[in-house]
């Protein structure tokens, strides 16, 4: 009879155990929810807070020194321009709010940046 007390008490230890993992599971599982509930409650926020549109930023781009071009987008400005030129010869076209333009410099951008989508947007 000994050793069914200690098969009975190896048992109930392992019950304990499993127990104890399926509730460090749901906290686990409750913590992720809650901080991908947060992050996406960040994400409604409104991030725009710069005194330029994307359009406005290309414009003042275009328009400045030549080297500040360089700097953002990687290349020189006529550079830039014969994309733009290029892409319109393979029939891409303006998005129904952002200029073709546009759409090069946030591409050229990142390119040259490296940082995330989120962080561009910003």
Known sequence: MGSDDDSTGEEDREESEEASML???RAA??????????ALI???TVAQSAALTGHG??????S?????????????CH????LVDLLKCYQYVDSRHVHIEEQL???QYACVTGLSVCH???
């Open 120 to 122: 561009i947007g910003e």
């Open 57 to 62: 930023w290309v414009l003042e781009l275009l």
């Open 29 to 38: 599982l409750l913590l992720c929810v809650q901080q991908l509930s947060l």
């Open 42 to 44: 960040g994400l409604q």
């Open 79 to 82: 550079v830039f321009f014969r």
């Open 105 to 107: 410099a946030i591409y």
């Open 64 to 76: 400045g020194h030549p080297d500040r071009i360089r700097a953002e987008l990687g290349v020189r």
């Open 23 to 25: 509730c460090r599971r």
